[in-house]
């Protein structure tokens, strides 16, 4: 059987050990055994406040395969994944794994909260394995909590609804699932938001990489590669401005063919600037 959190595992005799000495002590109406509680409790406490470094600890050791339909998707909708080794791909793998273990996943509906499934997570946690691949900070760790709208959402900083927004002080990333769901299922009709949310949130982390200079005739490199316009790119995103370089970066990363195609100079530029 294939241990996923050992966090759980190693907590489980020290559970038991309290629920011992929790027992003796009602059965046999002797408050002073529950001194020899206190340190099965303060074990579980510890593992508890620790269990994501413990879990990621583990899995780096020893990694967890994914779904076949996940395998499928990436391949289906991520260039970078599809330029990999063999290798290279296991090893893309067992990083998203580590991605998705490793942060926060939350999830905002339109009454209530609801659980991230599995596949989004995984969709989701593709996108800065993919963007950060050569660097050394693998998973954009200033970013370490997803929030997924089920559509376009307002926010304390953008109070008009939009898709896709990054806060790098409080290390969040968000985007509209629905938008995002739209462009994988229609590429050549639908940007992005989510490979967008975390180009952005890159740029943030890291302004300082040698990111070619963009005007606005960039807009038309852009147009070209994507097979979409600069307005319905806008509508989607919701925003009257954004900065044109997080933009982008996510048509590099999904129609990077294209994009050199059209202009080598710029295509090369930002894969410079990526590494």
Known sequence: MKIHKLSHVIAVPFALLLFYILYETFLNDNSTLLLYGVFPAMVIILIYLFQPQINYWWLSKHPIEIDEKVIKMLDNTNP???????????????????YVEGNAFMSKGMEQDFDVPYDVKMMTGQIPIS??????????????????????????????????????????????????????????????????????ALVKAYPNLDYPDLDTSTWGIIEKASGISQDKIMKTLGYEYVDILPILITIYFLNGHSLREIDSDIYNQVEKALN
């Open 80 to 98: 970078f994944y599809r330029s990999l080794s063999q290798d290279d791909r296991k090893l893309f793998r067992n990083k998203l794994s580590l």
């Open 131 to 200: 963007m950060m691949w050569n660097k050394k900070d693998q998973f954009l760790k200033a970013f370490e909590r997803i929030v997924i709208y089920k559509h376009a959402f307002p926010s304390p900083k953008h109070k008009f609804l939009h898709t896709a927004e990054s806060d790098i002080e409080d290390g969040v990333i968000i985007y509209s699932l629905q938008h995002a769901e739209a462009a994988i299922l229609h590429p050549d009709q639908f940007f992005n938001v989510a490979w967008y949310a975390y180009a952005e």
